[in-house]
T-cell receptor, first 115, second 115 residues
Framework: AQSVTQLGSHVSVSEGALVLLRCNYS??????LFWYVQYPNQGLQLLLK??????LVKGINGFEAEFKKSETSFHLTKPSAHMSDAAEYFC?????????????FGTGTLLAVQP | EAGVTQFPSHSVIEKGQTVTLRCDPI?????LYWYRRVMGKEIKFLLH????????ESGMPNNRFLAERTGGTYSTLKVQPAELEDSGVYFC?????????????FGSGTRLTVV
């Protein structure tokens, strides 16, 4: 069965430091992968997605993720953290086939940015 | 374009009462999804509509939950009678195609508290 594992439910970085949020997936077919962000008291916002094109995907707010098939990973990075990046981040994989698809989410990673 | 709209944003009801959540998807999006996040847990799929038809309702917890999508436009999710374990955030999402090539757009969610 397809699944997503996010390592680290809480990650804390200093402002200006590298952000690395880890995501590993399992999928029996080439996956579509997503990173969503939820800011406090807001809904889920799409950061970026991988849909079998370029393996390095650039998203909004300076985030990017690299699809590595050999490692079954899709880690999210940002070179320099900003205070406004504090939020909860979710990795997800689209599973199913034909007309039936749904997202399987990881448990989320809460990112704290220290001044 | 207008995003996915959900209301109410918050609902507090007593155990045994009925609550109806509504979702207005992005105009033209045939695919509409409901997800739920119970506190401390991952976001889980509830069901998927294609136009007015239920494509996949494998995630619906039990028969106290009833989802409808009138004329392939907005959708409602009714919980009757509500139980304490139904508390959580209910998200709606819509997409142009089901696998997510163009991404899934989420609403801000409805926070349901059953007391």
């Amino acid at each position: 069965a397809q699944s997503v594992t996010q390592l680290g439910s809480h990650v804390s970085v200093s402002e200006g430091a590298l952000v690395l949020l880890r995501c590993n997936y399992s999928s029996s077919v080439p996956p579509y992968l997503f990173w969503y962000v939820q800011y406090p008291n807001q809904g889920l916002q799409l950061l970026l997605k991988y849909t079998s094109a370029a393996t390095l995907v650039k998203g909004i707010n300076g985030f990017e993720a690299e699809f590595k098939k050999s490692e079954t990973s899709f880690h999210l990075t940002k070179p320099s953290a900003h205070m406004s990046d504090a939020a909860e981040y979710f990795c997800a994989v689209s599973v199913g086939g034909g007309a039936t698809n749904k997202l399987i989410f990881g448990t989320g990673t809460l990112l704290a940015v220290q001044p | 374009e207008a995003g996915v709209t959900q209301f109410p944003s918050h609902s507090v009801i007593e155990k045994g009462q009925t609550v109806t959540l509504r979702c207005d998807p992005i105009s033209g999006h045939d695919n509409l999804y409901w997800y739920r996040r119970v506190m401390g847990k991952e976001i889980k799929f509830l069901l998927h509509f294609v136009k007015e038809s239920k494509q996949d309702e494998s995630g619906m917890p039990n028969n106290r939950f009833l989802a409808e999508r009138t004329g392939g436009t907005y959708s409602t999710l009714k919980v009757q009678p509500a139980e304490l374990e139904d508390s959580g955030v209910y998200f709606c999402a819509s997409s142009q195609e089901s696998r997510g090539y163009y991404g899934y757009t989420f609403g801000s969610g409805t926070r349901l508290t059953v007391v």
